[in-house]
């Protein structure tokens, strides 16, 4: 029998892009190989016709719709997904119509218990092994704060969620059984989690390498600029000095001062002017950009860290489910074996008595068959004969069933009973 399979995890600011980047595929996953990309575009979302920023739709609801008196704390969960599935044989045995109304009636369920108004997106993803959804959810409470706490604080509620959750589904047509609660974290949201910052990590990664390239391209910019500059330099070296220049001013009654100068030297002037607008403008652009670029660039290392010591976290998690996984899968084996020996065991106990009594059932038939039949010739027993026929009869079946007779010392009449 297949189970129904609901799960729940919480996520702050800093997940939330790796969530969107693992549910809308926007980066080739090197961490998961259950995903295949050709199949990719049959994942859909029931409640978007496009693609969304998570963020800005997780900020977006928190503007319109908070009422807490107090700024949100940078550590509050902004998201809380859930994820619905089942195995691979519940959704083999589902047409493509029913496996959509699964999700439809599981999406239904989530909206109606915690709030439809809170429900950001309903993705399904039928690239990997087995269809799942993933059903995001911002924590938003009926008086307006963000408290996610008041949803899913009381450790009965996840409880709760699987028995309600299996009650619907099975009502809504769907033969499955009720998933199995745990109080250990779950392998697959631990695997989930883990993919999730490997996912950011790359993404952090691939915006370092941009960043550190567009700062290559800056350095041959400043490279190419200082050449400009030398080049500048040496035309300015063969232009005279001002104090060499032949200036003549000139004051007429009816206009202004003027100054005249050869034709040569207005033309040093106006280059030793470019030259120096030129300069000016490249040393602000250099300078900005080399100001954001250093922002930037401190910005996405202290991010890679955060997430790097979130990656070894989960490492370190994972490797003990790992551990913990092997026991569990020793003490299968083990638990396997016992129930096969036992099994044996009852299966030869029940030849062993259906043996006994269709020999001691044939035998008895036998000696009375013998009493009664006055055509075989033979001289009837007495009852003494035949209950010392039977006897005999019951006592030989005994020892073929494996146990053993046991002469008693008192009255000198066998005891019959099963070896101990």
Known sequence: MSFAIIRMQKFKAPDVKGMQIHNYREKESHTNP???????????????????????????????????QKAIRKDAVRLCEFVVTSDRDFFDKLSPQDEKRFFEESL???????????????IVHK?????HMHVGMVPITDDGKLAAKQFFGKKTELQQLQTKFHEHVTKKGFNLERGVSSDRKHIETQRLKALTAKEQVKVLENELKQKQEEKQVLNKSIKDTSTRLSELKKSLDKVPNFDDLQIKTKKGLFRSETVEMPSRDFENIKVLAQGSESLREENKLYKS???????????????????EKDREKFKRERDELRKENQKLSKKLGRTEMLLNTIHEFYKKAEERHRYVFENVMGRAKHAINKVLDPFKGDELFSKKDLSKYEKQG??????????????????????????M
């Not at 950009?289 to 997430?307: F, P, R, S, T, Y």
């Open 108 to 122: 239904s369920f989530l909206q109606e218990r915690y709030g439809k108004e809170n429900m950001l997106y309903s």
């Open 289 to 307: 950009h080399n100001l954001d670029l250093m922002g930037e660039n401190a910005n996405l290392k202290q991010q890679l860290a955060i997430v």
């Open 34 to 68: 259950d995903i295949d990309q050709d199949k990719t575009g049959l994942n859909y979302d029931l409640l978007n016709d496009r693609e969304i920023e998570f963020s800005e739709v997780i900020q977006r609801e928190i503007d319109e719709r908070y009422k807490g």
């Open 127 to 131: 690239d990997e092994k087995t269809p």
């Open 394 to 419: 019951f006592e030989q079946s005994i020892r073929d069933s494996g146990g053993i007779v046991r002469n008693s010392s008192k009255d000198n009449e066998k005891d019959f009973g099963p070896e």
